[in-house]
């Protein structure tokens, strides 16, 4: 239901493109979910779709599929090659068109960043993320590449897709002719800018030739390499002008190369902040614009077009995190939305790692078929108590109640939220917030009822008397023993992030898992926050420079921060895949110091007391030493409620298990038993 006063007039006006009239601005980006490779995954990929096309993106855009073998992202990667291929996707498209939306199938050739050892460039230069280097096309390669560009189109509008995406941007193999750190090209495919144009532009007339006015053709053009060697604004322009003239309907904006050592997508990237990039554009083409990137929720993308920043708007992973995003803005309830919290946990990281991507606040996303939405079940509700309000509880409590259960949630804290709590007071992670907002919400719409500040036990239980006790009480700080770990400077992570202890200047940080790096971020930001994201990662946002690269401003904290671990392994190698080298680098740059295979020795007067990785007695002179040695489960009250009452008792979360414990594992393991009392 439309309501009488939208709050983002300009996200849901409507928008015509080639002879589609788009019901909103909003576009679900490309994302590979995984399971295109799958075998029988398409039937899973077209639920996925039609869940995301049922709550009303614009226009959708699949994950990359290569016009042919050596383009694939892998061996077996998805491709559009054969009428075979095209009739796989039909179930996709009639899908999608079933429940009311549009589609168009992107195209991608990784080029040399394609992960197997038959790919191909237009130079045989490696890149710096593959160890496969690529051989360089020949003319003859590159005519038949673009006759393979030509036939996927036609063969894709065959499928029923109403339109098309070429990838153009982060560094695949279109964006690896554009510019000159990947073209060293002598032909008439490489030198001047005339030349490197060529490859799209011949892809996009082609394409138009051969699939007539009425195909929609998105071009993503990459607007900001982030790569030593990538374009100029002003090459920028000319290539859009010319994408425009060969047929494009739409331009999509691509931010930054794989390669880049810029995050463009994390969580600390600020909300729509490469808006700026599209609206430089503005002005200098006729066909609209699509502006990309931490785009989460709907005030950002309305504040973005109110600015007359793009045309539209895409978001890929926020279409994980929640399929209705789009529903739920038209009907003015923000509140209700399930906020991508840009982690990358559960989709990027896992597709990085040969799994299905799905999404961390969401565990549904890509599962859709295995994990239908249950009709609640009024016959047999169950009194549920769940112990707990961190994320394994409230998804639990969530899941259980939906389900018709009548839910009582008892969390100790005044607040629900658990870890969550804890994670949004780091620098850059102030989204975790909206995933408590989120479940806040929903608890109260699905009627379950929440206490506050109490610390259950089997008494207050058996009071009101439960058929289904679930214990999330979560996790505790591990204990650290050492001689003079009981003195007042020796502090654990909640303290330190809670604001409870100040700590002084010179600070030792004991364990580098996920938890000490955060510490570590949350001790050093200081001149970050001053420089900004823009200074601190030296984006050069007049877009003067080439790649729009500026040299970073000076991070350097004014605290001595240490952090030390006894393995001898690269520090943070546990963190998430793409992730993990923000954090790195991060800390590298504002002077933390990081100290592998050491053997913790004592803490005294003068410091802390170990023995380095060659076994030289070693003293860091500090103010504080935080503990950050990983967790234990906090499960005391299972075995006492197992005796206590005549009910069954679950536990899950971290007091289940801490072992390989993170949000996604609470989240999964919350959701299934909910689904299943
Ligand atoms: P963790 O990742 O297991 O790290 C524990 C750290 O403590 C390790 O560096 C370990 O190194 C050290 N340690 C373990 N036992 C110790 C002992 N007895 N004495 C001294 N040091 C000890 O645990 P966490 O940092 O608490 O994180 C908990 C979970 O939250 C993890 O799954 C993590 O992935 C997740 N998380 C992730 C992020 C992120 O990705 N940014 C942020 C926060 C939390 P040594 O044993 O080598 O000394
Ligand atoms: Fe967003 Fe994280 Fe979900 Fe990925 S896993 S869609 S980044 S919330």
Redesign the pocket.
Known sequence: MKPEHPQYPHLFSPLSVAHLTLPNRVIMGSMHIGLEEKRDGMKALSEFYKERAQGGAGLIVTGGVSPNRRGALGPGGARMANSRHARAHEVITDAVHLAGGRICLQLLHGGRYSYHPFNVAPSAIQAPINRFKPSALSSRGIRSTIRDYIRSAKLAQKAGYDGLEIMGSEGYLINQFLVRRTNQRSDEWGGTLENRMRFPLEIVQGIRAACGPDFVIMYRLSMLDLVEEGGSWSEVVTLACNIEAAGANIINTGIGWHEARIPTIATLVPRGGFSFVTAKLKGEVSIPLVTTNRFNMPDACEAALAAGHADMVSMARPFLADPDIVRKSEANQAHRINTCIG?N?ACLDHIFQRQTASCLVNPRAGNELSMPVLPPQVVSAKRVAVIGGGPAGMSCALEAARAGHQVTVYEAAEQLGG?FN??RR?PG?SEFAETIRYFENMLEEAGATVHLGVRADAALLSETGFDEVVVATG?Q??????PGSERQEVVN?IDVLTGKVQVGNRVAI?????????TADFLSHDRDEELGFYASWGIDKELETIGGLKPPGNRKTKREIHM??????K?GG???KT??WI?RQTLKQRGVKFH?G?R?EMIGDEGLVYLDAKGVRQCFNCDHVV?????LPNNALVATLQLAGDWHVHSIGGAQS?Q????E?AIIEGTQLGRSL
């Open positions: 982690c946990q870890q804890l994670a780091i992670k996790v700080p591990r204990p650290f023993r050492l992570y004991v364990g580098a898992g996920g938890i000490g790096f955060d030390f671990q006894r393995s001898e392994k520090m546990g963190l998430g992730t993990g954090h592998t050491v913790y503990i950050c040695a990983g967790q801490a390989k414990l993170d949000a594992r």
